[in-house]
C-alpha cells in the first residue's frame, strides 16, 4: 500500500479557485490509480476525480465536470486536484485514495489506501 496526505483545503468564496495536493510514499507511485472522493456533512462519500495508471485517462463526476481537472506527477509522487468556479455545494471533506486496479472505478471499495482528508468550505 501507500501512504497519502492531503493538502491544500481552505476557506474560500464562491467563484474561487482552490488546488488540492497529495502526497504519496511507500511504493510504486506509479503503478497506481489515483482519485479524489469527497464527503459532506451527513452524505455519503462520492467520486470526484480519477486518473488510471495503465492508459493514463482522467474522469471525473458530472457535477464537477469542466470545473475541476486532476493531474499527477510520477516524478514527485504527488497527485493534485485543481478546482475553479468553486460552489457552496463542493462543501466537503476532500480524500485522496490509490488503487492498484488499472480500470476506473468510481467505488469507494476498490480503492485500497486513503488520505485522512483535508477541509473545503466555500461560502456564498
Known amino acids: 500500500q501507500v501512504q497519502l496526505v492531503e493538502s491544500g483545503g481552505g476557506l474560500v468564496q464562491a467563484g474561487d479557485s482552490l488546488r488540492l495536493s497529495c502526497a504519496a510514499s511507500?511504493?510504486?507511485?506509479?503503478?497506481?490509480?489515483m482519485a479524489w472522493f469527497r464527503q459532506a456533512p451527513g452524505k455519503e462519500r462520492e467520486f470526484v476525480a480519477a486518473?488510471?495508471?495503465?492508459?493514463?485517462?482522467?474522469y471525473y463526476a458530472d457535477s464537477v465536470k469542466g470545473r475541476f481537472t486532476i493531474s499527477r506527477d510520477n516524478a514527485k509522487n504527488t497527485v493534485s486536484l485543481q478546482m475553479n468556479s468553486l460552489k457552496p455545494e463542493d462543501t466537503a471533506v476532500y480524500y485522496c485514495?490509490?488503487?492498484?486496479?488499472?480500470?476506473?472505478?468510481?467505488?469507494?471499495?476498490?480503492?485500497?489506501?486513503w488520505g485522512q482528508g483535508t477541509q473545503v468550505t466555500v461560502s456564498s
Open positions: 485514495a490509490a488503487s492498484k486496479r488499472y480500470y476506473f472505478s468510481h467505488y469507494s471499495r476498490d480503492y485500497d489506501s
Open positions: 511507500g511504493r510504486t507511485f506509479s503503478d497506481y490509480s
Open positions: 486518473h488510471t495508471w495503465r492508459l493514463k485517462n482522467t
